[in-house]
């Protein structure tokens, strides 16, 4: 009876690890308490692993251990030592090692020939092949945007191969199921399915590299739940599929903030085409950091839009800093964010709160985009498109419909910027020319040090 | 143990929880999100486990090997950047008390 015993334990743990999985993503959810949701996930963790050693019918523990070992210790370095600005990466290669894991579970259940049924067959192929793209997928979404691969790798009739390759898959996936073949044919399936993941991600431009991370994230989890099945571990399938779920909604929320659909996303490339540069009248105004202190330290509100070329400047420090200045002034100075300012939606918040910036002084698009009007000083510091009016006014334009800031409708607009060229779409900017925007040329971080001093010595 | 239509229950509730989780997410949290979601599939690691327990050939320990490392790759290294992200989230009122 002992034995019965310990699968109740098991069962019992993996029941609690699930429940702890989902309030912890809900406690993930509010800002206030999201520090302790991870924390209580992380127990569910623990405690999931910890029982499974309890396990009867395994072995090769010593294997096991060291393999936890390795893979524990390379990810708790690498995670601790990655910069912020390059998380959106990172996220990317751990979710490709869970995609990796499931096909692994995959492989050794086709391998070892044991006979789940019908229905188990298919998830346990299904699991493999989602699992293997998700994998291949992310790690080359991983080395473009850690800058590993610049170019994007397109050939004629990509599309139409990828849907073979597809079919391919799908089709030695069936022959799997239905004829408990051979090694071969199983290893050559999962050559195939981790060759569509390089395909599939090759294409796409670093632009839309969120939401393929956040896509490939959602597949991951369901890869998750299959092999859950395969195994009749219920921790895994409620896991996997919650992850698979809001996953799925994730992405779909990135993709309409930029606005794109998913299709879209994966099947065109737009993330690095040159747009018609569409002529703007007028020129660009250059201004001194002098000047746009005292505007700063004498007006009402500040409203500071901050984009991902402040992050690569390690600015955001610094704005922090001046906007400290400014508030003891008793200016009212508020940052406004767009969904997709930084790599991913929520980036920039991150990037921020590394800085020091308090989050309820941090705002959302819907929240803030009515306060332009009545904003003295808007501060562009390192974004570009997410402030484009085209996108509102243009109906050429290919970012037209694109929700964004109204920087526009602010008395003034500061933009600091390198130099002149347009931004990641390669789109001209009108706001740059419009008779109330100034341009003040140069690295954010010195700008940012310049604009401190100017306020300081008022 | 799980038989076919209680799994399928399962499923389909699961689903829901993960769908609504999400729903009422304010945007300045969608990328610890989805890097905490990633976290929680690493549970797959305790699938890479049993499949690595139950293995024989030396083919199927190889790769039941694998999965583990880059199972047990994706729980830490969750867990870790998350944490990082979210422990970053202080509100202003937060300092004054």
Redesign the interface.
Known sequence: MSIVNVENVIEAS?FL?AVL??F???R?????T??G???W??AG?VV??LV??L?P?????P??M???????I???V???R?A?TD??Q??A???G??G??????S???L??GTDHGL?FSVLAVLGGLIGSVSFSGSLIAFAKLQGLMKKTFRFPGQQFFNIILLVATLGLAGYIVTQHSD?NIIVIFFALALLLGVTMTLPIGGADMPVV??LY?AL??L???F???V????????????????????TQ??AK?MNRSLANVLFSGFGDTVGEASAVEGSMKPIEATDVGVMMAFADKVLIVPGYGMAVAQAQHKVWELTQLLRKRGVDVKFA?H?VA?R????M??LL??A?V?????Y??DEINSEFATADVALIIGANDVVNPVARTDPASPIYGMPILNADYAKNVIVIKRGQGAGFSGIENALFFLDHTRMLYGDGQEMASELIQAVKTL | MIDGFIALYIFMLAGFVGYEIIGRVPAILHTPLMSGSNFVHGIVLVGAMVALGRAETTLEVTIGFIGVVLGAGNAVGGYVVTERMLEMFKSSKEKKS
């Open positions: 993996y690890a999985f989902i912890g993503l809900k993930m959810s509010s800002p206030v999201a520090r949701g991870i924390v996930a992380g963790m999931a692993t499974t050693f396990n019918n395994m072995g090769n523990y294997l096991m060291a393999a936890i070992g390795i893979g524990g390379l990810a708790w690498s995670g601790k990655v912020m998380m959106p990172m996220i290669l751990y979710n090692m869970g990796g894991a499931a096909a692994a579970i492989a050794v259940e391998f070892s229905t090694i991370i956040s994230n991951t989890g890869a998750v739940a092999e859950g099945f195994l009749e571990n219920a921790a895994m399938i409620i896991a996997g599929t919650v992850v698979g779920a809001a996953g799925s909604l994730l929320l990135m903030a964010i969904p930084g991913m939606p929520g980036h918040n991150v709160a590394e020091g308090p989050y309820d002084i941090i959302d698009q």
